[in-house]
T-cell receptor, first 111, second 113 residues
Framework: GDSVTQMEGPVTLSEEAFLTINCTYT??????LFWYVQYPGEGLQLLLK?????DKGSNKGFEATYRKETTSFHLEKGSVQVSDSAVYFC??????????FGAGTTVTVRA | DAGITQSPRYKITETGRQVTLMCHQT?????MFWYRQDLGHGLRLIYY???????DKGEVPDGYVVSRSKTENFPLTLESATRSQTSVYFC????????????FGSGTRLTVV
């Protein structure tokens, strides 16, 4: 079935470090891809999205590019802050409205 | 306030009891969803609804019941709670397919003892 695999955490970084979270997908068609972020004690929030190949989603300094050739949607940020500490989820949807989520990656940024 | 509200935020119940988790959204979004979040499993879809009176099973529906008599409400009922249903439950809504993503509630942490 359609699924998302993202890198296991936890990931611990120092402030201003570069962050990459890998996400690859398996799908029978051409999915839309999403990154969600969950801050402690809160629900998930949409961080960014891309709906077709080569699209780049961006928000709050985070970027991800939809790579059809490698079936990937890696999340990157050039300089993280303590406030970026959260759990990050990669997700996809195909021709319906059901999102399939990865297992989540916990990121901790230390001052 | 506008948004999506879940209640209660925390609930402890005993094995075998019936429990209902509430979800209310103020946008009149057509689509609503229930997910459970467990360590190592990410989020798994329990049930979803495309409109009032239209519901369908997700990935892990066993032991749960939903209803949607009004567009804004989507309660989730555990008919006879089991310890394996201890989890954090999230409700979400969506305006339309795919491109808008979901808006999530703050979650209900349920413990079954």
């Amino acid at each position: 079935g359609d699924s998302v695999t993202q890198m296991e955490g936890p990931v611990t970084l120092s402030e201003e470090a570069f962050l990459t979270i890998n996400c690859t997908y398996t799908a029978t068609g051409y999915p839309s891809l999403f990154w969600y972020v969950q801050y402690p004690g809160e629900g998930l929030q949409l961080l960014l999205k891309a709906t077709k190949a080569d699209d780049k989603g961006s928000n709050k300094g985070f970027e991800a590019t939809y790579r059809k050739e490698t079936t990937s949607f890696h999340l990157e940020k050039g300089s993280v802050q303590v406030s970026d500490s959260a759990v990050y989820f990669c997700a996809l949807t195909l021709n319906d409205y059901k999102l399939s989520f990865g297992a989540g990656t916990t990121v901790t940024v230390r001052a | 306030d506008a948004g999506i509200t879940q209640s209660p935020r925390y609930k402890i119940t005993e094995t075998g009891r019936q429990v209902t988790l509430m979800c209310h959204q103020t946008w009149s979004h057509s689509y609503m969803f229930w997910y459970r979040q467990d360590l190592g499993h990410g989020l798994r879809l329990i049930y979803y609804s495309a409109a009032a009176d239209i519901t369908d099973k997700g990935e892990v529906p066993d032991g749960y019941v939903v209803s949607r008599s009004k567009t804004e409400n989507f309660p989730l009922t555990l008919e006879s709670a089991t310890r394996s249903q201890t989890s954090v439950y999230f409700c979400a809504s969506s305006e339309s397919r795919q491109n808008y993503g979901y808006t999530f509630g703050s979650g209900t942490r349920l413990t079954v003892v």
